[in-house]
């Protein structure tokens, strides 16, 4: 893995309030950034307004905006980056679902939504609630589903990144999805 250490070096001296180490940084994950926006956006219904491009600059953004965020390594900065564009995937769903009449989510199983997530603006809305009510209880199990489903990392990525055992990921990884799934189906019964 030595092309991702300079990129964990220049992370912690950003983090260290390094702006030469933002501008040098940014070349070298931008592509990444953008692979991972085409990902996100791949799995979005046809026609979808926002583009990649949109996407990585918005993420960006938010990104450089953060105060004091101490970098870790390369594989925490993507899994930040990762959850900020479901953030604003959940936000662009929300706004298209608000200028809609009627507007009212509907809550489907997660078995049919992940990891393909979702075309329909309703049903990201739907598992960003379920993952938000997740959180609440349990923000590690949140943060592999976004680290496995949403970054694509791997089951020993996620558990290097967060210095937990592989078999917890899969463990709290088949918790979370039983959870979720629980939620989604409930809500849609109610």
Same mark, same amino acid.
């Given at each position: /893995?030595?092309?991702?250490?300079?990129?964990?070096?220049? @992370?912690?001296?950003?983090?260290?309030?390094?702006?030469?180490?933002?501008?040098q940084?940014?070349?070298?994950?931008?592509?990444?950034?953008?692979?991972?926006?085409?990902?996100?956006?791949? =799995?979005?219904?046809?026609?979808?307004?926002?583009?990649?491009?949109?996407?990585?600059?918005?993420?960006?953004?938010?990104?450089v905006?953060?105060?004091q965020?101490t970098?870790?390594?390369?594989?925490?900065?993507?899994?930040?980056?990762?959850?900020? /564009?479901? @953030?604003?995937?959940?936000?662009?769903?929300?706004?298209?679902?608000?200028?809609?009449?009627?507007?009212?989510?509907?809550?489907?199983?997660?078995?049919?939504? $992940?990891?393909?997530?979702?075309?329909?603006?309703?049903?990201?809305?739907? @598992?960003?609630?379920?993952?938000?009510?997740?959180?609440? /209880?349990?923000?590690? +199990?949140? =943060?592999i589903?976004?680290?496995?489903?949403?970054?694509?990392? $791997?089951?020993?990525?996620?558990?290097?990144?967060?210095?937990?055992?592989?078999?917890?990921?899969?463990?709290?990884?088949?918790?979370?999805? @039983?959870w979720?799934?629980?939620?989604? +189906?409930?809500?849609?019964q109610?």
């Amino acid at each position: /893995m030595p092309e991702s250490q300079p990129i964990t070096r220049l @992370l912690i001296e950003w983090g260290a309030g390094s702006e030469a180490a933002l501008e040098q940084l940014t070349p070298l994950v931008y592509d990444e950034l953008r692979k991972l926006a085409r990902s996100y956006l791949s =799995r979005e219904r046809p026609g979808h307004t926002l583009q990649p491009t949109a996407l990585v600059h918005e993420a960006y953004l938010r990104l450089v905006d953060q105060d004091q965020q101490t970098w870790e390594s390369r594989t925490h900065f993507f899994g930040v980056a990762a959850h900020l /564009m479901r @953030l604003i995937l959940v936000d662009w769903a929300r706004k298209a679902r608000a200028g809609k009449r009627g507007g009212g989510a509907r809550h489907v199983p997660l078995e049919e939504i $992940t990891p393909e997530i979702t075309q329909r603006p309703e049903e990201l809305i739907a @598992l960003d609630d379920a993952l938000n009510e997740l959180g609440a /209880m349990d923000a590690r +199990k949140v =943060r592999i589903i976004e680290q496995r489903y949403f970054s694509g990392m $791997t089951v020993p990525e996620v558990a290097r990144n967060l210095g937990i055992s592989t078999a917890t990921v899969e463990r709290d990884t088949r918790f979370a999805q @039983l959870w979720l799934c629980r939620q989604m +189906k409930g809500g849609a019964q109610a």
